[in-house]
Each structure stands twice: as structure tokens, then as C-alpha cells.
């Protein structure tokens, strides 16, 4: 499913324009990024929590020429699924 899907689905099962049904879920995705940014964590009960983590500095190898480098720490956005999300996956 792509945006435009999710979209469409969304604006039915709401009941809503496609229009506002885009604006919404915009909306959520910006609010979604911009605190993840921030350092915080986003917790939907029932569904999961995104949040960020951090990446330890590592040493790493180039394939090419197999030469040892050393990889930065660094921050990357996670999303844990809730149990009835897992749950709801595994039927």
C-alpha cells in the first residue's frame, strides 16, 4: 500500500474527504518526525512507539578494498510495534 492507497483508505473508513484525510495523515506524519527529531518518543496505545537511537562509533571495513574504517555514532529513528499490533500480524 502507498501513500495515496493509504490515503484513500483512511478518507473511507473515517468517513472524510480524501482531501482531509490527506491533510490529517500529513499532519500525523510531520507531528511523528518532528518529535522523533527532538529526542522524544511517540507512544499510540495499541499500536507502538516510535523514538531514536543511538548508534555507537564502530569499526567497520570497506568492501572494496577491505581496508578497516571507523564508522561514527549516529541517531536513527526506531519504531517498536505494541502487543496488539504483534498480536493483530500474527493471526
Do not use: C, H, W, Y
Not at 8 to 29: F, M, Q, R
Amino acid at each position: 500500500m502507498n501513500k495515496t492507497e493509504l490515503i484513500a483508505a483512511v478518507a473511507e473508513e473515517a468517513k472524510l474527504s480524501k482531501k482531509d484525510a490527506e491533510n490529517a495523515l500529513n499532519a500525523i506524519v510531520k507531528t511523528i518526525k518532528d518529535t522523533v527529531a527532538d529526542g522524544e518518543k511517540v507512544q499510540i496505545v495499541g499500536f507502538g512507539t516510535f523514538e531514536t537511537r543511538t548508534r555507537k562509533a564502530r569499526q567497520g571495513r570497506n568492501p572494496r578494498t577491505n581496508e578497516p574504517l571507523n564508522i561514527p555514532a549516529g541517531k536513527n529513528p526506531a519504531f517498536r510495534p505494541g502487543q496488539p499490533f504483534k498480536d493483530a500480524v500474527d493471526k
